[in-house]
């Protein structure tokens, strides 16, 4: 993969306090999309690998030794730690944000609020980003300050898209996003798992039987967003009177799979609550 690195960056400067798998998925695709240089982008994270994949797979970005010297001269201040981790990093490069930044924060369950009081700024644009922002195919849910500009959330809004798609909420909406879409993928892997396994037990050699799931999973979502349909209308054509799909169907309604799903983004909403409150809280 080419990325640029030497022309002049629409978008930028850009810092990242954190350098993980997300932090490394969005600055693949700033770059791929030529939104942004490497050279533009300035992390910090006090992993040695994380340091070390980044340079990998995005050369010509720049690691700083701190969270404070990131964030000097930036523009946007991309927040992308753990929840547990957020108010000491935060806290660390607070007094060396220009103050024209604005920070985007995509820290689960951390409330604007808190964000601007650990900050000192109230230019907070807070994103629940997704993992398939690893291959340009994720969806980001985004809200925003009243005080954050027009210029920084058309750039924020415009590197997003270049991983995937972007949807504007209320803020009281972001901790059901993470339940759904947040940690969907975890679960969407779950049942992509089970299917290929199902598979298997029924005969199918492990490759081809994961295979055929994947491709499975990826066109019937594809099938429902490209067509407009509700998935019980996708459901229903295949189901045909006394056939094989009713029969698995079936089974599937026994064993409470439709409302094992339902509660499962349900808890991972509750818990991405509990992550804001305080501790004691």
């Known amino acids: 993969m080419s990325l640029p690195t030497e022309k002049h960056s629409p978008i930028g400067p850009i810092a990242m306090v954190g350098g993980g798998q997300m932090a490394l998925a969005l600055a693949e695709g700033f770059c791929r999309a030529g939104l942004v240089t490497a050279s533009a982008i300035t992390v910090h994270d006090p992993v040695p690998a994380a340091c070390a994949r ?64 650990w900050f000192g700024t109230a230019r907070i644009i807070r994103v629940m980003p997704n993992t398939p922002c690893l291959v340009g195919k994720g969806v980001s849910v985004i809200c925003r300050s009243p005080e954050v500009s027009a210029s920084a959330a058309a750039s924020t809004t415009a590197l997003l898209t270049a991983v995937g798609s972007v949807h504007d909420v209320d803020e009281h909406l972001l901790d059901a996003v993470t339940g759904l879409s947040g940690s969907g993928p975890g679960f969407v892997a779950l049942l992509t798992e089970a299917l290929a396994d199902g598979g298997v037990k029924a005969g199918l050699p492990r490759g081809l039987a994961q295979a055929l799931a994947v491709q499975t999973v990826a066109g019937t979502a594809a099938l429902i967003e490209q067509t407009g349909e509700h998935p019980a209308q996708i459901k229903d054509r295949v189901a045909s009177p006394g056939g094989t799909t009713i029969a698995g169907l079936a089974v599937l309604e026994q064993r409470a799979v439709r409302s094992a799903l339902i509660d499962a983004v349900v808890a991972a909403a509750e818990r991405a609550r509990a992550l804001g409150r305080p501790a004691g809280g």
Do not use: N
Not at 64 to 76: I, N, Y
Not at 96 to 105: C, L, M, Q
């Open 54 to 117: 980044l340079s990998q797979r995005v050369p010509g970005i720049r690691l700083a030794s701190s969270s404070a010297e990131a964030v000097k001269g930036a523009a946007l201040v991309f927040l992308a730690v753990k929840p547990q981790q957020a108010a000491g990093a935060a806290r660390e490069c607070a007094a060396a944000i220009d103050s024209r930044a604005t920070v985007v924060s995509i820290v689960a369950g951390v409330p604007v609020a808190t964000l601007a009081e």
